[in-house]
């Protein structure tokens, strides 16, 4: 059973210390055994030991930390991502016997990376999972009172963020669908004598539907997210975090305050995804908030040569998530590139 902060910081009152010790501090050479601190900031290999309440926390922030920490490589994958069709050579017409030949090591190279984007496709999986068990945890009676701690919140919002990142890379990749198609194409031809191929067919129809379909690692995690009741209490204290840091400057790097502006519209659209007939998020936040802050900030970096819009991401999910639809008419926001150029000048300093 855990032990409250509070008892267990009464009990070092009654450590005591002989006299006349030679060395207050023990040893000066220190042996160093188990987990690392240098990636985790609180993954410390004796929290367990201390049988405090923040156990559990610890070690939810832990695994937040460790998928965003994985999720960063997938993304540097998929940003860095370039057609392989165009570097492969073509068959000439006194060539077409080999053609055969050609078609297998055509699938050889084109396997390797895509295999890449089956590994992203199993990882925001098994991402998405995680991150909706997470928020589960807070529909409880005692985590909903208590709620996560700020730590726990930043840990939600980044790996967050990354799904974002890499759904909206695979949207924007064109040479990924290419590559794809090309793949199949050579697939269908090397295994017409191959035995048992009906499970890597299916594989990759998932694959296709998944690389064709725009916001589908979102929409999975709504999925996710939603198979209990009572997730909105938590996306609405994500979303009061996010407009309160916004709002106070409470964050001090860019990096992080270009996180919650990617994140915040992402989570109005859950919840207002979430909600039961007859409300609405846009109740409970109040239109001139969101307004507020995302005309601050019409525009961010979303990677380094890639920008975003935040209203634009609300008014591009609309068709995705069928009950914002209907509330996009309370929001009336204006993307940038539909402003005039006078309205452009005086967007970011509107009220």
Not at 19 to 24: N, Y
Not at 275 to 289: A, D, N, T
Request: glycine share 4%.
């Amino acid at each position: 059973m855990a032990i409250p902060v509070e008892q267990a910081i009464a009990a070092l009152s009654t450590f005591s210390l002989e006299d006349e010790q030679p060395d207050v501090q023990g040893l000066a050479v220190t042996l160093v055994s188990g987990r690392s601190t240098t990636e985790s900031a609180v993954d410390f290999e004796d929290v367990s030991a201390y049988q405090l309440s923040l156990v559990e926390d610890t070690n939810a922030v832990t695994q937040l930390d460790k998928l965003v920490r994985e999720g960063k490589g997938m993304v540097a994958v998929l940003y860095t991502y370039r057609s392989c069709v165009k570097a492969l050579p073509q068959l000439s017409e006194t060539m077409k016997q080999n053609q055969a030949d050609l078609y297998l090591e055509t699938y050889q190279v084109l396997d390797i990376e895509i295999g890449r984007l089956r590994e992203m496709q199993r990882w925001q999986s098994s991402a998405a999972f995680k991150l909706a068990v997470d928020m589960h945890n807070y529909t409880q009676s005692i985590k909903k009172l208590n709620g996560p701690t700020v730590t726990h919140m930043w840990g939600m919002l980044k790996l967050l963020d990354v799904l974002l990142q890499l759904d909206h890379l695979k949207n924007v990749k064109a040479s990924i669908p290419n590559d794809f198609s090309w793949y199949k194409r050579t697939f269908t031809q090397v295994s017409a004598t191959w035995p048992d191929t009906d499970v890597m067919r299916e594989e990759l129809d998932d694959l296709q539907i998944f690389l064709s379909t725009r916001w589908t690692i979102l929409l999975n995690l709504q999925a996710e997210i939603f198979r209990v009741n009572g997730v909105e209490d938590i996306l609405h204290v994500l979303i009061i975090f996010c407009l309160e840091c916004l709002e106070s400057d409470r964050v001090l790097l860019f990096s992080e305050r270009h996180t919650l502006l990617r994140v915040l519209p992402v989570l109005v659209v859950l919840a207002t995804s979430g909600e039961k007939e007859g409300e609405s998020i846009f109740k409970k936040i109040k239109i001139p908030r969101l307004l507020s802050i995302f005309k601050r900030d019409p525009v961010i970096p979303a990677f380094p040569d890639l920008h975003l819009a935040p209203a634009s991401i609300l008014k591009e999910l609309a068709p995705y998530f069928h009950r914002l639809s209907s509330q996009m008419r309370l929001i009336g926001l204006t993307l940038p590139h539909e402003l005039t150029v006078k309205e452009a000048a005086e967007y970011p300093s509107k009220p």
